[in-house]
């Protein structure tokens, strides 16, 4: 066990923005069974932890106090019955919460060793959106080699991501931005076109394009129907969020008519069980693409913990690209 026994942790109490964010000391978390304690190098921010911040998104029973759902760091302590692990092993791990911290617990099954070759804080960009376009485009969405993809929201944490990841498995890649440069990340990831959405329509650019097999959708609202449109016979259409709203109308004889499945998944409630499911298949699929040089974390920011405020300004501005990373 570490020599101080406290620890920093950050919670959001009452919700609201970024303002309600405390940086506060409580005591020192001790490993139980099958749970592993880490000494963070890095935890990433996401767009869950801006929900949860807000009130809209509360963490699963049993879950760690405080804000943040994916670190990396060495391993300080181990739980009983845990085997397989080394004290001081540099790794990544999925949380269900506490991650903004100096020391979070993780469940053994959702902790991944660091990929060779991978910094160790940037490795706490991999956890939270690898599971998540894993579990959503690989196993929900079905994509195979040589299909079409449509990534919304591609400049995000987890669409630069799921642009590498689905070039990885040979898939050809279509993707949304807001602006140029976001639309240039993406084409220097590997997408084969990036849709500037504000200029461009990617409705009429994918419909023309022959379709797209899956679509991964993080807007919701007006882009439920358009995903409708440009989806192809048997197409899978994978919704992950709402920035504009999960209330939509819809024509289902389109549905009907192309079969195509509607679908979409949290990934923070699972059980402790189905991640370490996923990260078994993510650790044989996903870790040799990223020591083959073929996907890596694309971080755009990093804030000291005491500034954790700053971190959640710069989420809420959507000017950030790729991953914002908090380094306690």
């Known amino acids: 066990m570490p020599a101080t026994q406290t620890n920093r942790i950050v919670t959001a109490n009452p919700p609201g923005g970024p303002e309600v964010l405390r940086v506060e000391t409580r005591d020192m978390p001790r490993p139980g069974a099958g749970e592993i304690l880490i000494r963070n190098a890095a935890c990433g921010v996401n767009r869950p932890d801006q929900i949860e911040r807000m009130g809209f998104y509360p963490a699963p029973a049993g879950a760690p106090e405080g804000l943040g759902l994916e670190v990396s760091g060495h391993i300080e302590a181990l739980g009983e019955g845990v085997s397989g692990f080394v004290i001081g092993d540099p790794l990544c791990a999925l949380v269900a919460g506490g991650g903004y911290a100096d020391h979070v617990l993780a469940p053994a099954g959702s902790v ?169 298949a993510v650790r044989r699929t996903v870790w040799p693409w990223i020591e083959t040089g073929q996907l890596r974390p694309v971080i755009d920011a990093r804030f000291a913990l005491a500034d954790v405020r700053s971190a959640h300004e710069r989420l809420d501005s959507g000017a950030h690209s790729g991953k914002i990373l908090l380094i306690p």
């Open 112 to 280: 991944l060793p660091l990929p060779a070759g991978m910094e160790l804080t940037d490795a706490a960009g991999l956890p939270e959106t690898v599971f998540t376009v894993w579990a959503n485009v690989f196993e929900i969405g079905a994509l195979l080699q040589g299909e079409t993809i449509l990534i919304h929201g591609g400049a995000s944490g987890i669409g630069t991501t799921a642009i590498q990841m689905a070039k990885a498995a040979g898939a050809r890649v279509f993707t949304t931005a807001g602006t140029q440069e976001k639309c240039d990340l993406c084409r220097a990831l590997g997408a084969d076109r990036a849709i500037n959405y504000r200029d461009e329509d990617y409705e009429a650019i994918l419909t023309e394009a022959g379709g797209a097999d899956v679509v991964l959708d993080m807007v919701g609202g007006s882009y439920v129907q358009k995903n409708i449109n440009l989806a192809r016979q048997g197409g899978r259409l994978v919704s992950i969020a709402f920035l504009q709203g999960s209330r939509v109308e819809i024509d289902l004889m389109r549905v009907m008519l192309k079969r195509l499945t509607l679908t979409g998944s949290t990934l923070r409630a699972r059980p402790d069980a189905e991640k370490a499911r996923l990260a078994a």
